[in-house]
């Protein structure tokens, strides 16, 4: 191995580790109300620590969780399209939070949205398990997730439909759209700790990731403990995907481009991929959100609306660019 490519994978991550940091004090500096750090009054410094910062800090979580669970999936499915929402577990917080505006028990307690969220995101890990088994292969894990995905957006879709009155329909519609807009620090100290212990938990699994691209044996014979694996993989994202649909709502895309665009710059290694897929989604998410607040001031767009309008023309630009890979 040249020196070049034993330095490529630290680069990468001191790419993307900076573009997060810029990222997020673009957020901290653009805002709906103007341009610029607080100055000496006290509204602006109130706007400042209670708007921008707790924007800039759970962008960065939720972002940084989406990149990276997306990650860690593609490398244990094995799966160049699996994504956080695969498995359901952002499915099952939507269905959550959905239940709780729909049943108005949103409008009466302040924490109930995102607190339903996280309580649907643990059932739907749950069931997930319950289907899929302990020892169950990936394919069963990926129907399981498809099933309870579908469950939940079925549900979600009831809920919707037999909404009590325009204005909860005009809500579970937004909410589903995903934002940062309107969260609090409040949000932020609900979902960090469970974020950033999911992240950890995914973290972990690189070295067990890189013996299973070898395949299930292979690892085995490696020494992987696959039950193990298998556990840190399915509980830290729900830790981490769950708590951030819970309080952001649904926002596609992220687990899924990024992994894509980084991999060339990582070496095509499922441990190398992780750390930048962390930074990378964080940047993306913090960049996205900074451009609403310049191309929509008024929060008419949706930041899950824009991953999915940027998310859709690149998957279209992949398959007209790889056709000749996969040609016999």
């Known amino acids: 191995m040249t020196l070049a490519a034993a330095l490529l994978p630290s680069r990468t991550v001191a790419v993307t580790a900076a573009l997060a940091c810029v990222s997020f004090l673009l957020s901290l500096w653009i805002g709906p109300d103007g341009w610029g750090l607080p100055g000496d009054s006290a509204a602006a410094r109130l706007v400042f620590s209670e708007i921008r910062v707790p924007r800039a800090v759970l962008g960065f979580l939720i972002g940084g969780a989406l990149g990276l669970s997306g990650a860690v999936l593609q490398g244990y499915l094995r799966n160049p399209l699996a994504e956080p929402g695969l498995l359901g577990i952002s499915g099952g917080a939507a269905l959550g939070a959905v239940t709780a505006i729909?049943?108005?028990?949103?409008?009466?307690?302040?924490?109930?949205?995102?607190?339903?969220?996280?309580?649907?995101?643990?059932?739907?890990?749950?069931?997930?398990?319950?289907?899929?088994?302990?020892?169950?292969?990936?394919?069963?894990?990926i129907l399981a997730g498809v099933a309870v995905s579908s469950v939940?957006?079925?549900?979600?879709?009831?809920?919707?439909?037999?909404?009590?009155?325009?204005?909860?329909?005009?809500?579970?519609?937004?909410w589903l759209m995903g934002s940062l807009t309107d969260r609090s620090l409040i949000h932020v100290w609900l979902a960090a700790p469970l974020i950033l212990t999911g992240m950890a938990m995914l973290l972990t699994t690189g070295r067990d990731l890189e013996a299973l691209s070898l395949g299930e044996d292979a690892a085995q014979n490696l020494g992987v403990d696959l039950k193990g694996l298998r556990f840190k993989v399915i509980a830290g994202s729900a830790l981490a995907v769950g708590a951030a649909t819970a309080v952001a709502g649904a926002i596609g895309f992220i687990g899924l481009i990024v992994p894509h665009v980084i991999r060339p710059f990582a070496g095509h290694s499922p441990a190398r991929l992780l750390m930048p897929c962390l930074f990378g989604g964080a940047a993306m998410v913090l960049l996205s959100d900074v451009a609403l607040r310049v191309l929509s001031p008024q929060g008419d767009l949706r930041l899950g609306v824009l991953s999915a309008l940027i998310g859709a023309p690149f998957f279209l630009w992949r398959v007209l660019t790889s056709r000749g890979e996969f040609a016999p």
Do not use: D, K, W
């Open 102 to 141: 729909h049943s108005g028990l949103a409008g009466r307690v302040a924490m109930a949205l995102p607190l339903a969220g996280l309580a649907g995101a643990a059932l739907a890990t749950i069931a997930i398990v319950a289907l899929a088994g302990a020892t169950g292969s990936t394919t069963t894990l």
């Open 152 to 174: 939940a957006g079925a549900l979600t879709s009831l809920a919707l439909n037999l909404s009590p009155n325009p204005f909860a329909s005009t809500e579970i519609m937004f």
